[in-house]
């Protein structure tokens, strides 16, 4: 896929910049999931911005209600200007009559830390068209991916440690949460730890569970290992409650995929979790990964909980904990 030519220039720039001069560069500026979409007015005023929309206003998928992936900014061109140039995420979409075909590029942190731009340029309306039509997923998934990842970069400087240290002591691999989330509980090979409010609730959990050699990626199995591990684990106040997968129709509603994450792939899980014959709820993601080595299956888990407000930025912080997930010396 080639780049377009101006960010190959701002690579260079990035890249041969002097340390003393990188280290001079500004924090970036921006709400969570706050998106700045730069767009010529021609392609705003085309039915192109129907599909602007759809990747940038898309659902998330696994949310109890529909939320867009981003809040988006949107400025033309022509007003884009120096106040602008330090928003944490900004995609840029315009024509360029000299370019043969349909280019994109990404850079990163160019004059802002931390910061992702993607630039999608083409020679015509038609070609950018069917350009962004065939690449949506590929640029919400940059974008979407680099804010998770500058949340993740975040918890790693300011996390609870006591926690941490329980998480590798508990189940043998460290992980690093929010602040708030102080209360935690330890079962055998499991760890749960979270907020304990009653609004924007953050909960973490970490287990480790044997692993058969097969293929990770089947949901029915995924289900039942997690309701499993969850009904012995997380029970409710009264004998016949516990957390379990949410089904519609006898069946979960789930959203999952294999990705990869620091070069290991792993089975990504999005859905709702409730306790049975309680009245609690909410969204989850969860991320397995193989130890083939020992033999075992690292399932990271997050889920929220909050009735009264949206959840898609309280689900990105708990994604972005599980993403710091690393092994430790001491083993279970």
């Known amino acids: 896929m ?8 701002l690579f260079c720039l990035v890249s041969c910049t002097p340390k003393d001069k990188k280290a001079r560069i500004v924090a970036s500026k921006g709400l969570p999931s706050e998106l700045l979409l730069v767009v010529d007015d021609k392609v705003w005023h085309s039915d192109v911005a129907d599909t602007l929309k759809a990747i940038t206003q898309g659902a998330v998928p696994g949310l109890m ?7 988006t900014v949107r400025i033309s061109s022509q007003h884009y200007v120096q106040t602008y140039t330090t928003f944490h995420s900004k995609l840029f979409v315009r024509l360029d009559s000299s370019l043969k075909e349909a280019v994109v590029g990404v850079a990163r942190d160019v004059v802002a830390r931390p910061q992702i731009e993607v630039m999608v340029a083409a020679p015509t309306i038609d070609v950018l068209r069917k350009f962004l039509s065939e690449k949506a ?15 993740a970069d975040d918890l790693r400087k300011h996390y609870n440690r006591d926690i941490e240290k329980k998480f590798a002591s508990a189940v043998g691999y460290g992980l690093k949460v929010p602040e708030q989330i102080r209360a ?5 090979n499991f760890m749960w730890a979270g907020s304990n ?18 293929d990770i990626a089947d949901e029915d199995k995924f289900v039942a290992c997690r309701d499993s591990v969850m009904r012995m684990n997380i029970p409710g106040s009264n004998p016949d409650q516990w957390m379990q997968t949410t089904k519609i129709d ?11 994450l620091d070069g290991q792939k792993v089975y990504e899980v999005r859905g709702l979790w409730e306790m049975r014959n309680g009245a609690l709820g909410g969204p989850f993601i969860s991320l397995t990964r193989v ?6 299956l690292i399932v990271a888990e997050g889920f929220v909980y909050s009735p009264s407000t949206d959840k898609r930025d309280l689900l990105r912080t708990v994604e972005a904990s599980l993403r710091t997930l690393y092994k430790t010396d001491k083993q279970k």
Do not use: H
């Open 2 to 9: 080639r780049l377009y030519p101006l960010l190959i220039l």
């Open 65 to 71: 209600q529909e939320e867009p992936y981003f809040k």
């Open 137 to 151: 997923l590929y640029i919400r998934g940059i974008l979407d991916n680099a804010q998770i990842e500058m949340r």
């Open 184 to 188: 935690s509980k330890i079962g055998k």
């Open 197 to 214: 409010l009653n609004e924007k609730d953050l909960n973490v959990v970490l287990y480790v569970i044997p692993w058969d050699g097969k």
């Open 250 to 260: 006898g069946s979960p509603v789930l959203f999952s995929c294999m990705r990869e």
């Open 291 to 296: 130890d083939s080595t020992n033999n075992k």
